[in-house]
């Protein structure tokens, strides 16, 4: 299991756990941020399982774009950016 | 159209009934059973609340809170780990329905947190808000918030720090070192501060206050819970706040 955390450019800390061989095992994302709808994360957790340990920023972010999108969410204090930025410095 | 709204005057429980109070009146709002509410609240036992995101063990030293009988709870709305000390704050909530209240989160709490910093102001005390969610007297927060929209519910609860025991703060919470680096402050007492240091007002003086703040402009009664809140509450408080399960959900 990788941690990694840091306090992200919207203000709030960000922290994800990972586990990880050639691809992305389970992931937690803890953090004092803001994420309306709460559950939101979950779904956003189990999408990155399966992920390959080289998976790009980009695609990251988009996979968080569009669970955001689809559940019409708002994040407060992070950006899926940030939450890319974390798990990708964890996955390095 | 006037809304009316039920304020709960200052009580005190434990934190699990606490919180357990705030979801079984978002229900209740959201089934059209209860008024938007506003209520002040103290904790008893002492207790550390945590954000609905934060891993419990990573925010919390759980032997010092068993040591010294301060409880922990996860909450239902997100943000930081707050240590409520009964002596030392008075914490408030707000449910009503979300379309009152601009769609635009910041600007939501910006309101809320107006009533806040207004009844700081008649106590003289010049409070500024900083988004996301904190008050600031002179650069130090006094007050933090957190807010949660459920089912077109607006729930925003939060605290005003009206004395200060670092020590057990900093005994029960484990205090983020990046936090403070980013911050690029030294200590606590640097950006933390309480009503206590800058007004001679008692603790009911100060509620006060905010209770006046809280009601202007409104059309609002003094109410009590009624029997279905308080049923639900109390399930809501042994059946998921004091559960393992929601307890180490993360």
Known sequence: MIAHSKKVKEGKIVKVEVEVDDVIKKLRITGDFFLHPEEVLDDIEKSMTGLKKDVSFDTIVLKIQNIVKDHNSQMIGISPESIAEVLREALK | MNLKWRVIGLETHDAYLNMALDEAVSEGVR??????????????????????????????????????????????????????????????????????????????????????????????????????????????????????????ILLQHGTLLYGLDLKTMFSVLNVNRQKITDKMIESAQERVTCVCKHSDAGKMEVYEALICAFTEGKDYELGTWSMDELARAKELAEGKYRSDEWMYMR
């Open chain 2, 31 to 152: 089934a059209g059973s209860s008024l938007p509410t506003i209520r002040f609240y103290n904790w008893k036992p002492n207790a550390v609340s945590i954000g609905y995101f934060q891993g419990l063990k990573d925010e919390v030293n759980l032997d010092v809170c068993r040591e010294l009988d301060v409880d922990c709870i996860r909450r239902w709305t997100g943000g930081g780990a707050v240590y409520h000390d009964f002596e030392g704050e008075i914490t408030y909530s707000v449910i009503a329905p979300a379309n009152i209240f601009p769609k635009n989160i910041i600007e939501s709490y910006r309101l809320i947190c107006g009533w806040l910093v207004r009844g700081l102001e008649s106590l003289g005390i010049e409070a500024e808000f900083r988004p996301v969610n904190d008050i600031l007297v002179k650069g130090k927060k006094i007050s933090g918030s957190a807010q949660t929209r459920r089912g077109g």
